[in-house]
């Protein structure tokens, strides 16, 4: 099999495909023509089969992740539970246009409301290539002009059913799916290797930043020290008038409030700001996911940022006593949580907030090794990060190459020769 140029073509959307390939609107290409799923007030979670799958339950690359289970009351469940080869497409909101294919055989998944489901008739086209064509930029395109609603985006069945759909033969999308399932396995397996890494990071932290285990070479006790003992809080006002102005994110860490929010935020004079320097920490009281007591994080990719008084701000007393790489990775892993949940005050989650004081913050206890332990596990820790960050970025690269793949493969701009 090989790949090679398309030259006789005709247009489709807003590219062009290749003039003996068929255009089928999806209705006509399938068995089951536009289904909605079972109504929520139908559903009890609880831990039976079987499996109830939502829209927030599809994430971005097409995959069902959720685990929560469903009984469902309704004299005909059946009718919702997916088969083989079913695709469903989400009709409303943020998330419309998202579609999920189901490839088990088990028959345990019923799907919700606001999903609709289609069953591609495999004489005319594949569901895996159905899924593919989904992925594309013409696909998206579609999606955002039929989607335009008054109020909430949204496209129902009937919609969805009109869908144009450029076919090549059979054979030939079989083909197609194979090159880019190839695709698929590779960023698969490449991503359960992230998994992998990533348990055996936290082991390390659980272990190494709590001397359960010790590095060769290294003895004797660890010292128990207040946070006051080791860090100076900063106060420093922005007179100098700085710009940057950034926001702490639990999961990306100092992200400028630009880019979070995609607008600032902040108040218009900000010279009451503080004015954080590199290698200095924050404490973001706000409770996020995986991050319920907050989040603590080193200033790394900027020399200064502004941000709120509302964060505790802190930098090292003495950096040759103490590793601020040792005290980054302490806090990634929420060993503060413990103490955290003893000073953060009754009721005191006041506007998404931890009613926690300064004075509060620094009195909490913390046992360390010494400075050359400290700065052996941090260099452990951090080589184990950018081993994460190296199988982050080759998916990265990976999903670049299958979506350019899709893109010529999918409009026939390249045609595999296959070898009869």
């Known amino acids: 099999m090989s790949i090679e140029s398309n030259s006789t073509t005709k247009p489709f959307y807003n590219t062009t495909i290749p003039s003996d390939w068929e255009v089928k609107n999806l209705i006509d290409c399938c ?113 955002k002009t039929v989607s335009m609603r008054s109020g909430q985006p949204g496209i129902n069945a009937e919609e969805y059913g009109s869908l144009k759909i450029p076919l090549p033969h059979p054979f030939e999308q079989r083909a197609i799916g194979h090159i880019l399932g190839l695709m698929d396995s590779a960023i698969n397996q490449n991503n359960q290797l992230i998994v ?69 935020i902040a108040s218009e004079i900000i010279d009451n700001y503080f004015l954080v320097e590199k290698g200095e920490f924050c404490y973001n009281k706000s409770y996020s996911n995986g991050y319920p007591w907050g989040a603590t994080k080193r200033l790394n990719d900027f020399d200064k940022a502004v941000v709120t008084t509302l964060y505790i701000c802190f930098g090292l007393k003495n950096s040759q006593k103490y590793s601020g790489a040792f005290f980054e990775q302490y806090f990634e892993a929420n060993f503060l949580d413990r103490g955290l949940t003893k000073i953060a005050h009754e009721g005191g989650r006041a506007h998404g907030l931890l009613n926690v004081t300064p004075s509060d913050f620094f009195s909490l206890k913390i046992t360390i090794p010494n400075s050359e332990e400290q700065t052996a596990i941090a260099q452990v820790l951090q080589a184990a990060d950018k081993e994460i960050q190296l199988l982050k970025a080759k998916t990265d690269k990976l999903r670049e190459q299958k979506k350019g793949m899709m893109q010529v493969l999918l409009t026939g701009k390249k045609r595999l020769k296959i070898n009869n």
Request: charged content about 25%.
């Open 31 to 143: 068995l089951i023509k536009g289904e909605y799923g079972i109504n929520a007030a139908a559903v009890e979670y609880e831990e039976e089969l079987p499996t109830y799958i939502r829209i927030t339950d599809i994430d971005d690359d097409g995959y069902y992740s959720a685990i929560k289970k469903a009984s469902v009351n309704d004299e005909d469940s059946s009718k919702y539970i997916l088969s083989r080869g079913d695709i469903l497409f989400a009709r409303t909101g943020a998330t419309v246009g998202k579609t999920y294919l189901y490839e088990e055989s088990d028959g345990n998944l019923v799907f919700a409301g606001f999903l609709i489901r289609f069953r591609p008739n495999e004489n005319i086209l594949l569901p895996q290539h159905l899924k593919y064509f989904t992925s594309t930029k013409t696909y998206w395109d579609w999606v």
């Open 196 to 264: 992998q890494k990533e348990l055996r990071k936290k082991w390390l932290m659980q272990n190494l930043l709590t001397g359960k285990k010790r590095l060769k070479g290294f003895g004797g006790e660890w010292k128990e020290v207040s946070l006051a003992n080791v860090f100076n809080r900063v106060t420093r006002k922005n007179t100098e008038v700085n710009t940057n102005v950034v926001t702490i994110s639990a999961q990306r860490g100092f992200v400028r409030q630009t880019d979070f929010f995609n607008k600032s």
